[in-house]
């Protein structure tokens, strides 16, 4: 959720709950006064209370969870890696479905289990999106609810970016350097890992540096090799 919908939110939230405020105010003068239409007011009143607590009963997840860009661990003066990479959509595509990816929409996405280094076993989600000419702030919206869905110990998200021009892909990039790596995406008791990997023009950008070691760095690795081969 955008901090502009947050917002929106509240906003919601306050109107409903001074309306209700205010008609029982109303309701209670009229009372006083003995006014005939009190009954009327009393349950306008009554209606927009069920309304402001059944919005807030339906809204109460993202009322809490707007932690989900909150930065607990920021590194200074860290920059993205730049790769180059040759890749073909059509042909990401095809080996992403090739690789049993579950297709989505904007979204290919696939959990695997893998043990580490023999302490337990933790759940990596890798998420590839594939987005052409999208508003930035669809972007963050479809990555975010999709992540939120699928919620695990890492997730690995590439991110494409088809035709976006230099301005449009700077935008998205420095919204994750400021915002995005190594998120807390919940409130839960254990930390959730949200790996960005941004793909555009060709090349690929990505921190080498995460607190988790160098399983990212890795998987970074790993994906880009498989997702720039032909499909067989």
């Not at 919908?5 to 309701?27: G, P």
């Not at 043990?115 to 990596?124: E, K, L, R, S």
């Not at 999709?146 to 892909?169: A, C, G, M, P």
Request: hydrophobic share 40%; charged share 25%; glycine share 2%.
């Amino acid at each position: 959720m955008t901090k502009k919908k947050y917002i929106i939110k509240w906003v919601i939230f306050f109107i409903l709950f001074f309306i209700v405020c205010a008609s029982f105010l109303t309701t209670f003068i009229l009372k006083l006064q003995n006014v005939d239409e009190v009954l009327i007011f009393l349950i306008c009143a009554l209606f927009f209370l069920i309304v402001t607590i059944f919005y807030y009963i339906t809204n109460r997840k993202h009322f809490k969870e707007y932690e989900i860009t909150k930065v607990y661990n920021k590194y200074s003066n860290i920059t993205f890696e730049v790769e180059k990479i040759d890749v073909n959509f059509e042909t990401i595509k095809n080996n992403l479905l090739d690789n049993k990816f579950i297709r989505r929409t904007n979204n290919y996405y696939k959990k695997v289990y893998e043990d580490n280094n023999g302490d337990a076993c933790i759940t990596i989600v890798t998420n590839v999106f594939v987005f052409e000419n999208t508003n930035f702030d669809e972007i963050y919206d479809i990555v975010i609810n999709s992540i939120e869905k699928n919620l695990t110990d890492i997730n690995i998200v590439y991110i494409f970016l088809d035709n976006f021009n230099e301005v449009q892909r700077k935008k998205v990039l420095d919204y994750i350097k400021e915002n995005v790596i190594d998120v807390e995406l919940h409130t839960y008791r254990f930390k959730k890992y949200f790996c960005p990997i941004v793909i555009s023009n060709n090349e690929v950008f990505y921190y080498s540096k995460v607190s988790f070691g160098n399983n990212y760095k890795t998987h970074i690795k790993n994906g880009i090799n498989y997702l720039s081969k032909e499909s067989r």
